[in-house]
């Protein structure tokens, strides 16, 4: 079992930056495909980015592709979302993903992912 920890949202105007951390728990982390996925109210949760266990491959949305950034720190079971170039329509809660398939491309698709996060709230403000 794997539990994930985000951290990071908070409230930023249009056109400013935040970097999401997502902190995990267990020693397999360096063998996971991580992924982030964002949800606002009354929409469904999408794919926002993935990356493969070595950081080998990453994959974005294109709503993000050029603005946010995955990376991640196996050494410290962390994965990161940078996000630039912040628009209103990028509030949503923010989740991290953990997709237990070792050696599998980057999946873009929510219930192809094994472990959530709680979420964390981005609000950005025009």
């Known amino acids: 079992q794997v539990q994930l920890v985000e951290s990071g949202g908070g409230l930023v105007q249009a056109g400013g930056s935040l970097r999401l951390s997502c902190a995990a728990s267990?020693?397999?982390?360096?063998?996971?495909?991580m992924g982030w996925f964002r949800q606002a109210p009354g929409k469904e949760r999408e794919f926002v980015a993935a990356?493969?266990?070595?950081?080998?491959?990453?994959e974005y949305s294109d709503s993000v592709k050029g603005r946010f950034t995955i990376s991640r720190d196996n050494a410290k079971n962390t994965v990161y979302l940078r996000a630039n170039g912040l628009k209103p329509e990028d509030t949503a809660v923010y989740y991290c993903?953990?997709?237990?398939?070792?050696?599998?491309?980057?999946?873009?698709?929510?219930?192809?992912?094994?472990?959530w996060g709680q979420g964390t709230q981005v609000t950005v403000s025009s």
């Open positions: 993903a953990a997709d237990r398939h070792f050696g599998r491309a980057p999946r873009t698709r929510a219930d192809e992912y094994d472990y």
């Open positions: 990356i493969s266990w070595n950081a080998g491959i990453t």
């Open positions: 267990g020693r397999t982390f360096s063998s996971y495909t």
